[in-house]
């Protein structure tokens, strides 16, 4: 029975039937688009990607192009192939470094790359980002947002001025005191930067900050465009790691606080001033504005992502850790990473019909060891999307990590048409066995998980885009 079965999945996968979840051979021949050459001398880190309004892929993150360091982006067509009418033959490479320190000393180092968004109200083209300044430390860490052009030139209308013009911009800003983890761009094209600052006592507070579409701060928004707020938890480590926007305006935003030994998911609310939403989860008048979220036997409990469905429930994506018994292959201690989905009605209330038992919660595993959530999305039919990161171990005992793609029925249970395997799970092995998918975009029928993944031929990291048929 199982030769059938693995002949009919290569049938399947030839053409001639397309399987929900199979790879999809009209991008780049095999489904796979893999960034580095000829160019690219270093790390080409995958960190984001976003739909252009032309329907094409726009794929960035960190990369390294003879010796200089930053933002990199590149324009796919729909069949996988380059753009090469964008930026120079497909490519954009820019240190934003010089921008940077025309406000603030030090050295930067490697650029981490947040998120990229189009900016559908201008057509532009949102990047964040962070670099640590090598005086400081962490506590030097600079934040960085950038704006560029549909063809991939900078935006000399958005942000700080150049050094001796009147009006040309740099298409870079840039400050200090907040650490970016999470991107979002509002429908009238204002931008949102959800992460962390530091409050007192060295602990860090949710953060996020608002900009207008040409770089400068959004005065409406918050006390000089920055919002700040503590959980009943504090003192306490706290990050917003997801943004998704409501229809009516309202911000979403979910993370996780960190107390002591506590790890624990909370979920925000906030009204489009950055006042905190009273009117979300008004149960538990201490908590109005946000729900903590921290499953029953687990160690811990974070959320990297969030997304509000057509009906405006509010679906985030995270994951809990279970403590389990050590295998043959690893005598250690381990901890099982189990992917979290959580389900809100638009007041903060659980949504009973999501999940088992009415809990508004569904638990999977997705690899030996677990699965890290980094997007999640919506179907037009109301499937949900989660891609990330799955661990298995393999003979040698040594970790085997692929791209993850996971799809839920509206009712949280796993879609069994999905995968040829029909489990719901779609993991994408590499060569290496190291990769981790971060960006996820869903359009004309097809699920493009973007990422990276090791390439010990070279040394360093390759971006990576895995496309499959919905």
Not at 188 to 199: N, Y
Not at 223 to 243: D, H, M, R, T
Not at 393 to 416: C, I, K, M
Request: charge should be neutral.
């Amino acid at each position: 029975m199982k030769k059938y079965v693995v002949l009919l999945a290569v049938f399947l996968h030839n053409g001639l039937v397309v399987c929900s979840g199979s790879l999809d051979t009209n991008f780049s021949r095999t489904g796979i688009v893999t960034f580095f050459a000829p160019r690219v001398t270093g790390d080409c880190m995958g960190q984001g990607m976003s739909l252009s309004l032309d329907n094409e892929l726009i794929f960035g993150g960190y990369g390294s192009i003879n010796g200089t360091n930053g933002i990199m982006l590149a324009k796919y067509h729909r069949n996988g192939s380059l753009n090469t009418a964008f930026g120079n033959n497909g490519i954009v490479l820019t240190d934003p470094s010089s921008a940077v320190l025309l406000s603030f000393t030090g050295v930067p180092y490697n650029w981490n790359v947040v998120d990229i968004k189009v900016n559908k109200s201008t057509r532009k083209i949102i990047v964040a980002a962070s670099v640590i300044d090598r005086k400081g430390g962490d506590k030097n860490k600079i934040f960085c947002l950038a704006s560029y052009n549909p063809d991939g030139s900078s935006d000399a209308l958005f942000g700080t001025l150049v050094a001796g013009s009147l009006n040309e911009k740099t298409g870079f800003l840039a400050m200090q005191g907040l650490s970016p983890y999470a991107l979002a761009v509002q429908p009238d094209g204002k931008i949102i930067i959800g992460g962390s600052s530091s409050g007192d006592n060295g602990n860090n507070v949710f953060a996020l900050a608002r900009f207008n579409s040409n770089g400068t701060r959004d005065e409406a928004f918050g006390k000089n465009a920055i919002v700040e707020f503590s959980s009943i938890l504090q003192p306490a480590q706290q990050y917003i790691y997801g943004i998704a926007i409501q229809a009516d305006g309202k911000i979403v935003t979910t993370g996780f606080v960190n107390k002591g030994d506590l790890f624990a998911i909370v979920t925000c609310r906030f009204n489009i001033d950055g006042s905190l939403d009273k009117t979300f989860n008004t149960r538990l008048p201490l908590y109005s504005g946000y729900v903590i979220a921290h499953p029953g036997g687990s160690e811990f409990s974070l959320a990297f992502a969030v997304t509000v469905q057509p009906d405006q429930k509010i679906v985030v994506a995270g994951y809990v850790s279970v403590p389990v018994a050590p295998t043959a292959a690893n005598n250690n201690a381990l901890t099982n990473l189990n992917l979290l989905l959580l389900r809100y009605n638009q007041d903060g209330s659980i949504d009973k019909s999501f999940g088992s038992a009415g809990t508004g919660m569904v638990l999977t595993k997705a690899g030996e060891w677990g699965m890290m959530p980094f997007a999640v999305s919506v179907q037009s039919d109301g499937k949900i999307v989660v891609a990330g990161q799955s661990t298995s171990y393999d003979e040698q005992g040594l970790f085997d990590r692929r791209f993850a793609t996971v799809r839920f029925n509206t009712n949280g249970s796993l879609d069994t048409t999905f995968g040829f395997d029909r489990t719901g799970i779609v993991k994408t092995p590499f060569l290496d066995g190291q990769a981790i998918a971060k960006g996820l975009v869903l359009y004309e029928n097809k699920i493009a998980v973007g990422g990276y993944a090791m390439d010990s031929g070279r040394g360093f990291n390759d971006s990576v885009i895995v496309q499959y048929n919905q």
